[in-house]
């Protein structure tokens, strides 16, 4: 395996680390070997020169995508593609049972999973909402055809070679169309409130109607973002739509419809609506990026998966990777440890972990999140997105569920986080919510993320002063009639030491003296008035 690192750039050369077996079996073209002090050979590759491999060939573009240069958005808008989920998710017991999750169970969008006899209805149902974008935006249905039609050879683009072989562009065209339609009527419905959402209830039904939020999100029922921006472009000329999708993904995110401050598109050019969700979902800050941290210093380094081991400044347990990934305590487990839970006040930003270590307690901030039926459903298809080729991502999606299947192990744990404001479902039974999380799988995490978070909370609990502190504050004064029984204790046991005190070494008794000295006085006063 050849482990890739940024190196500093001399006279237009880039450095490349790798095995001197790698180097001698990959590359024909003699190079300048450097060695080092450690085993590791220095590969220098001088940009204008030739080469013949295609190994060599690749490592350039991920060292360029790691630069960031600007070549590399090519790069992925040449290879990206509205992926189907990787068949090694459906392996295994827990791949079987999330099977379904994968599957549309109302209405099928794009090529894959087209004309299902099950899902005959909402193909009924699509015309009507063509007709009803028709009439709301002063079109007829051929001419936002044609409009469409412009766009159709690059909505190919985005689906896996071969997949839409089978229509011709006026048949893929309609499919586009009629699909893209409905998935604006149905967002806008729920966005505005508005009572055309009765419609959905008389063709779908009800029950129905409730699973089209998943359909909308699964990672094999998306079709390419650049039909729906021309069809919202139409209907939103101000804001492209930007209020509907924003109140969209706060219902989703809040469990209520609400325009908040950050904002859906900014400058994203997103593949599908469920790429597009996932950005807005959870926002990272720069530092968390995949494959880049912030030194004290402010210089941008790779994270310890591709960095130099340093002997004196690094630990073993930043370079093992069992160690970095392994889990920390539950809700309940780290209130113990005087970690406690707040909700994030800004989730307009939705920055969803933080922790504070203070004096004598901690922080473990987490924006709030509802968890409804359609939950599970768009949580595994973000996964399933983020395990996909071509993907940039920062696997913040898996992160965020491999901490909270962490934190969520009882049911207590989700009652503490409800009580906190963190959480919001409606499934019912906090053990349905514990059953959830146990059921997702993350396979991948950002370890720098993941193992940054896990670090501090341990470096917290491990600190005795403040575990102590906080298991009196816990124990003892976690109520107001614990704090007055533990007052009237204290009272008791300090009045119980000084009679003990004064039992053993009694108050000299000097007050009979001062009396016996004043009444020798009084009388010698007397007698002296009584001889004058």
């Known amino acids: 395996m050849v482990a890739v690192a940024c190196c500093s750039r001399r006279a237009q050369m880039r450095q490349i680390r790798s095995f001197p077996s790698y180097a001698e079996r990959t590359c024909s073209n003699p190079m300048e070997l450097e060695t080092t002090e450690t085993d590791d050979v220095m590969v220098e590759i001088s940009d204008n020169q030739p080469v013949n491999n295609n190994n060599i060939s690749v490592i350039r573009e991920w060292d360029d995508c790691v630069r960031g240069k600007e070549n590399m958005a090519k790069y992925y808008k040449r290879h990206r593609r509205i992926q189907k989920v ?13 099977r379904e999750y994968y599957e549309p169970a ?81 967002i806008e419905c729920i966005s505005t409130g508005n009572n055309k959402v009765l419609l959905n209830n008389e063709y779908l039904g009800a029950l129905g109607f409730a699973n089209v939020v998943r359909d909308l999100f699964l990672l094999e029922n998306q079709i390419p973002f650049v039909v729906l921006e021309v069809l919202l472009t139409l209907k939103f000329p101000d804001d492209k739509g930007e209020d509907i999708l924003n109140g969209f993904f706060n219902y989703l995110n809040f469990g209520e419809v609400v325009i908040r401050d950050e904002r859906v598109f ?37 994270s310890s ?25 539950s809700v309940t487990e780290l209130k113990a440890k005087g970690i406690f839970l707040k909700c994030a006040h800004d989730e307009s930003k939705n920055e969803g972990i933080k922790f504070y270590s203070h004096y004598c307690y901690g922080e473990l901030v987490l924006v709030r999140r509802a968890v409804s039926s359609n939950t599970k459903a768009i949580y595994l298809n973000m996964i ?13 999606i898996s992160t965020y569920l491999r901490v909270m299947k962490s934190l969520i192990i009882h049911s207590d744990d989700v009652k503490e986080l409800r009580n906190n404001g963190v959480l919001l479902h409606s499934l019912g039974r906090d053990e349905d919510v514990v059953k959830m999380y146990d059921e997702i799988e993350a396979p991948a995490v950002n370890l720098y993320m993941f193992h940054q978070l896990r670090r501090q909370i341990e470096k917290h609990c491990n600190n005795r002063y403040k575990t102590w502190v906080a298991e009196l504050i816990t124990v003892y004064f976690s109520s107001p009639w614990k704090t007055v029984a533990v007052l009237v204790a204290t009272a008791i046991l300090f009045s119980s030491f000084l009679q003990t005190y004064f039992t053993i070494k009694p ?21 002296l008035q009584t001889h004058d």
């Not at 008794?509 to 007698?527: A, G, P, T």
């Open 86 to 98: 990787p068949p090694l998710l459906l392996e295994g017991d827990r791949g079987r049972r999330n």
């Open 106 to 186: 109302v209405v099928s969008l794009g090529p894959y999973h087209y004309k299902q006899a099950r899902l005959a209805a909402a193909e009924e149902y699509k015309l009507i909402t063509l007709e009803e974008y028709g009439l709301s935006t002063g079109k007829t249905i051929k001419w936002l055809y044609n409009r469409v039609f412009e766009v159709v050879h690059d909505a190919r683009k985005c689906y896996i070679d071969g997949s839409t072989d089978g229509y011709n562009d006026e048949e893929f065209s309609r499919m586009m169309l009629r699909d893209g339609c409905f998935v604006l009527f149905f």
């Open 266 to 302: 900014g400058n994203k050019k997103p593949l599908h609506l469920l790429e597009l969700y996932r950005s807005y979902f959870i926002s990272l800050p720069a530092s968390l990026a995949l494959g880049s941290t912030k030194t004290s210093s402010g210089s941008t380094n790779m």
């Open 305 to 329: 998966m591709g960095r130099r081991r340093s002997k004196k400044k690094d630990s073993v347990e930043d370079y093992n990777y069992i160690k970095r990934n392994r889990s920390f305590a």
């Open 384 to 396: 399933a997105y983020e395990m996909c080729p071509h993907n940039p991502n920062d696997l913040r």
């Open 507 to 527: 108050v000299p008794d000097e007050s009979s003296e001062d009396i016996v000295k004043l009444l020798r006085q009084c009388i010698r006063l007397k007698h």
